[in-house]
């Protein structure tokens, strides 16, 4: 009897509603921390999870069996009553709609961690909507401006 086997590496990335900094660093990391515990115990293996003030990305290997809209819309939700339960910003915190995934091959996989890890001095030289933007054009994933997660300069 034949079994399954596969290897679905999937970059997703989605922001703060309103695109608000306040994702600060004397939460960001437990944040990250509970955005993995949400993929792995979804069967699905979190590989790097990281961001800056008003975004995250994550690279995680999914599960077969997973819908990857279903993932986004757990860990979206989840992860955003986690903050909420916890009082760790002032007001509702919420994500915006939507999500960026971007599947990538194994021998890609070191890349896009340190990639992801690095977020931090990637964003000192760069903003968020032009790494976003950059993506959707590497990938060729046709897209219209008024769709994409609303970008305040």
Known sequence: ??????????????????????????????????????????????????????????????????????IMKDVKSNSSKWVNKNNLVK????????????????????QVIKYIIEQEQHHAKKPFRDEYLELLKKFEIPFENHYVFEFYD
Do not use: C
């Open 91 to 110: 007001g509702h915190f919420s994500w915006q709609e939507g999500y960026g995934a971007f599947s990538y091959s194994r021998s890609q996989r070191d």
């Open 1 to 70: 009897m034949a079994n399954t086997y596969t290897q679905i590496n999937i970059h997703a990335i989605f922001s703060v509603k309103g695109r608000e900094n306040i994702i600060t660093r004397n939460f960001r990391k437990r944040l990250h921390q509970y955005i993995a515990g949400i993929i792995n115990n979804t069967k699905n293996y979190s590989l790097v999870v990281n961001g800056h003030k008003d975004h995250v990305h994550l690279l995680f290997e999914m599960h077969p069996t997973n819908s990857l809209s279903g």
